[in-house]
Structures are given as structure tokens and as C-alpha cells.
């Protein structure tokens, strides 16, 4: 997963969340189109309906992109927090 707007703290604390989940969206539907393959071509070599195997490849690729986005999310959160309490930490030093 690409998760390198996570690794500098201070630009993920200061960056809105939106400007972040745009940053990620290529990421992101790369991940969910690439959940979409496996489960098209497993559910292909089953010899699984054409209709169910439309709808899970359609079902995994928006799943997909939407872990991808909750674990960014999810980074992003704890980041921020530790940023705050640093910063309060520093604060109540000074």
C-alpha cells in the first residue's frame, strides 16, 4: 500500500484530510483493482456465474479502496493525536 504521505508527521498533521484521501486515490483504486483481479480470476477457474463474478470483482474493488482509505484515515488519526500530544507536552515544559 502507498503510505508515504504518512512517514513525515508534521505534513500529515498540518495536510486537511481531504487533500489526503486525493493524494491516495490512485493508491487506492490500484489496491481495490487489484482485489477485483484475484477474485475475478478464482471465481472464473471455480467456473462461477458471469453475473456473480461481475458483481464480487465490482464489490471487491470498491471494498478495496475503501480499506485502503480507512487504514490512511486510521494513520492519519494517530499521527495527528501524537502530534497534540506532543505539542501539549512541550507546552506544559515550557
Known sequence: MCYDRLINDDEVAETSMAALFRSELRCAL??????????????????????????????????????????????AGVLRARARWRSGRRQRAA
Request: proline content about 2%; glycine content about 16%.
Open 30 to 75: 490500484r489496491n481495490g483493482a487489484m482485489a477485483a483481479g484475484i477474485v475475478l480470476v478464482v471465481l472464473l477457474v471455480e467456473g462461477t456465474p458471469a453475473w456473480l463474478v461481475l458483481g464480487s470483482a465490482a464489490g471487491a474493488l470498491a471494498l478495496g479502496a475503501l480499506l485502503h482509505q480507512a487504514v490512511l484515515l486510521a494513520g
